[in-house]
């Protein structure tokens, strides 16, 4: 058979980026970067090349597996799905749907079928509760999100290509490639600021790839970023540097942030921070002056213990220093295929409200529908009315993700029922019953939904399949159509996944066209539904072209976009930059910003108590690899060469205090949990800082993943406190974690 080349988007971040595919007699042969691609424009990092090492992997599930007296054994889809049914069957007919719950996994993100169709699941099948990898994340920026502008997904993004004055906190994109920034080739970008004469600020408690590729590292105490933050606005109040421009008239609140920034000065916070006032002052002058600027925030602010004040803030000082909604600033997307994700839930219709229920066992309170991911395990072996009986996971991978690690690898085992929709045999899903593997991500087509809602461009690219499944295996958006009609009752011999599918969609448009300020308004559903083309994702996805801010509208604009316009541009559409969108984006119940929402606010007294506050012992924070995707990645043999990156990093002063020396193992204790782990000495971090890498922990007996097993690493989850959180969202607090540390004799994880 000749060599085939295909056009496909890598589907493993928010960097989107293009590839050329070559096949022969059905295997990749080569991958390389797409020069055509509208987006991309040739760049590639080492993950995408090894698409085809994922596809081929021989560990990845093909079948589905049951467990059977200890021991997985291969079984067909019908067997599964029965086997499913009894098990599910006996758990709610003696404890309720209520004894069932879910966990979602980040890669659902980036996976064509589970993306559209999770929702439906969750709606589907009336499970009460849910679980997910949002709130070890990104939560705090859904919680502002709502707050601030009314959307939970509605979170703006750096116009990076027109700055000229970046500052980055809590991120480091060199090894990401952006987070909630969907962006190809950042660092690129970075130094195309600086060629251009402007200036790239890091903020960051270790020195980063990212900041040896800017102008000026800033070390920061971790957990401290509200308190820096609020100082800043203190500066910019003080000094006459607010400037809101023509968003003036789009905003409320704004002496009440003035009022409560006042104590919060530079040098207030100096000391808890690391940093010197006369940065501070510096830093929100040069900030405030530049032409044109924005400041981005991620996961670093995110997954801390004051998460929410530090991302609601980012944004409320790119607001007052005149950088937000304007080009070079912060500023929002305009998808071209608006994700249904964006759509307000139900149950927040009449507005946004946090703790409406609590979790059985902690307490902990609901924010926007769920609670930490380290109550899971809690609820799981705690017995008593509303223990959890039954889990399903979908494509995640808790016991290495999850905070607490160890406490839910032991409750796993307690379940009467655990299903696992995964391609993976991994240290999450060997505790289940039943795996039903989904299709490699090269079996389906691939259109990003969410990512698209914080691009820096406005544009699209459509992938379709390059290969053919094995006959006879569902796409995932079946399963998980086919597990909610278990959860209701359904026989799984008579679930008809398409009528499911039909009654979903139609459900969806019924909600479009009751809504004011879309394409389809006031239009008849049913009309809609019957010109809408397709089944499953695919039907989704042109829907969204549809009514999409270029759309064809069904009807309305004929020569507007629509799935197979798409499919006709393998290389990508791009609409164009970033434009102002307030006050369109504004879906709050006065139609303004709400600069200083009442429950943000509330959590000022508890940092104003941390100021001041005397911490001994050193801290922990995390970090990734370029070569690494959280624990995606690590069964490539191709992506795993090289040193150990599982270490401990650690500076040279702290190492001569504790007594460590490079290459010997250190003992890592937290209050929950301690390991052993090599050191690695560096000056990138900051004094009284340590740092490990997440997503490692691949010894646990079981699993199938034999590159990741011969290079191990250990769980940094194993030290995060499940309780150690973000009080406002219930965001992990994983980065900040106080620990002791010490030389260790030779040896292994220890509890």
Known sequence: MEQETHIRTCHLCEAMCGLRVETRDGRVEK??????????????????????????????????????????KEASWEEAFREIERRLGTVIDSHGLDAVSSYIGNPTAHNFSLSRYVGAFIAMSGIPRIYSAGTVDQWPKNVTGALMYGGMWTIPTPDIDRTDFLIIMGANPQASQGSLLATPDF????????????????????????????????????????????AIVQVLFEEGLVDLGRLGEHVQG??????????????????????????????????AEAETGALYGRIGTCNQEFGTLAS????????????????????????????????????????????????????????????????????????????IRALITIA???????????????????LDCMVAVDNYLNETTRHAHVILPGLSPLEQPHYDELLWSWAVRNAGKYSPPLFEPEPGRPHEWQILLALSALLQGQKA?????????????????????????????????????????????????????????????????????????MKRSPNGVDMGALESRIPEVLDTPDGKIDLAPDYVCGDLDRLRGRLGEEREG???????????????????????????????????????????????????????????????????????VVSLPHGWGHDK??????????????????????????????????????VQIGLASAGGIEG
Request: glycine share 10%; proline share 7%; aromatic share 6%.
């Open 618 to 688: 050193a801290v922990l924070v995390s970090r990734r690899h370029i070569r690494s995707n959280n624990s995606w990645m690590h069964n490539v043999a191709e992506l795993m060469t090289g040193k150990d990156r599982c270490t401990l990093l650690v500076h040279p002063e702290d190492a001569a205090r504790w007594g460590l020396v490079a290459g010997a193992s250190a003992k890592v204790r937290s209050e929950v949990g301690s390991l052993i782990v090599p050191v690695e000495l560096s000056d990138e971090m900051m004094i009284g």
């Open 312 to 387: 609601w803030l980012v944004d409320v000082v790119n607001i007052l220093a005149g950088k937000f909604d304007r080009p070079g600033g912060l500023m929002f997307s305009n998808p071209i295929a608006p994700s249904m994700t964006t759509l307000r839930p139900p149950e927040f219709a009449e507005g946004w409200s946090f703790g409406r229920w609590k979790s059985r066992v902690r307490g902990a309170p609901e924010v926007l529908g769920q609670v930490p991911v380290s109550c899971l395990a809690e609820e799981i072996a705690t017995p008593g009315e509303g223990q």
């Open 31 to 72: 991958i390389r970067s797409n020069p055509d691609d509208v987006w991309s424009k040739g760049y590639l990092c080492p993950k995408g090349t090894v698409l085809g090492a994922l596809h081929h992997d021989p560990d990845r599930l093909r079948t589905p597996l049951i467990r059977r007296g200890g021991e997985f």
């Open 254 to 287: 704004l002496e009440d942030v003035r009022a409560l920034c006042r104590e919060f000065t530079p040098e207030a916070v100096a000391a808890t921070c690391r940093v010197s006032a006369d940065k501070i002052r510096g830093l929100a002058r040069d900030f």
């Open 493 to 565: 011999d008579d679930i008809d996944t398409d009528l499911l599918d039909d009654l979903f969609f139609a459900g969806l448009v019924a909600t479009l066209t009751a809504l004011p300020h879309t394409s389809i308004a006031g239009r008849d559903p049913g009309e809609v539904v019957a010109l809408a083309e397709g089944k499953g994702p695919e039907r989704m996805l042109d829907f969204a072209l549809r009514i999409g801010p270029w759309g064809e509208g069904y009807g309305k604009n004929p020569k507007g976009m629509t799935l197979e316009i």
């Open 396 to 414: 995640g991978n808790p016991v290495l993700s999850a905070p607490d690690a160890a406490k839910l690898d032991a409750a796993l085992p307690g």
């Open 187 to 230: 660092m690129g970008k970075l130094r195309a600021i600086r060629k251009r004469g402007g200036r790239v600020v890091v903020i960051d408690p270790r020195r980063t790839g990212t900041a040896d590729a800017a102008d000026e590292w800033l070390p920061i105490q971790p957990g401290t970023d509200a308190a820096f933050l609020l």
């Open 701 to 738: 007996k079981g699993t199938r993943l034999g590159v990741a097993a011969r290079n191990a690493g250990v769980c940094s989850n194993i030290l995060a406190p499940g309780t150690f959180v973000d009080v406002l969202s219930g965001n992990a607090a994983v980065n900040g974690i106080p």
